[in-house]
């Protein structure tokens, strides 16, 4: 799969993601205003796709908040490697920063972001 493709392919996940449910981090609520939601009667344990909307908006959401370093190619990819890990590849100009994500859906069907851990890996050329 090219490159554009996949941009293309994380830039329209993106926007169906848009409509998904509140996170519930280690910030403040009050941190999170503005924050596109889904409707409070989604429950995230709903379903698969359901509950991997809720964590990939919740995601989305602490990356706005806490990722800072602008310049580079974007979200290249968002890849779950175990039922609870989720990482993030962030195209920069000469490395990839990854966020790997460590989630839970409450009891009362919310993500909550348990962990996050930060890293980078060296582009090749």
């Known amino acids: 799969m090219s490159t554009h493709l996949k941009i293309r392919g994380v830039a329209l996940l993106g926007l169906i993601l848009a409509t998904g449910c509140l996170p ?4 403040s609520l009050a941190s999170n205003k503005g924050n596109a939601t889904m409707p409070s009667s989604v429950n ?8 991997s909307r809720c964590i990939i908006e919740a995601i989305l959401n602490d990356i706005g908040e806490t990722y800072h370093t602008v310049g580079g190619g974007g979200i290249s990819s968002i890849k779950q490697d175990a039922t609870w890990t989720y990482t993030v590849s ?19 069907g919310k993500v909550a972001i348990t962990h996050r851990k930060t890293g980078t890996k060296s582009r090749r050329h």
Do not use: G, H, L
């Open 24 to 27: 519930i981090t280690n910030q």
């Open 44 to 51: 995230c344990t709903e379903n698969a796709i359901t509950q």
């Open 90 to 108: 962030i195209s920069q100009e000469e490395r990839v920063d990854q966020i790997t994500y460590t989630v839970e859906i409450t009891p009362e």
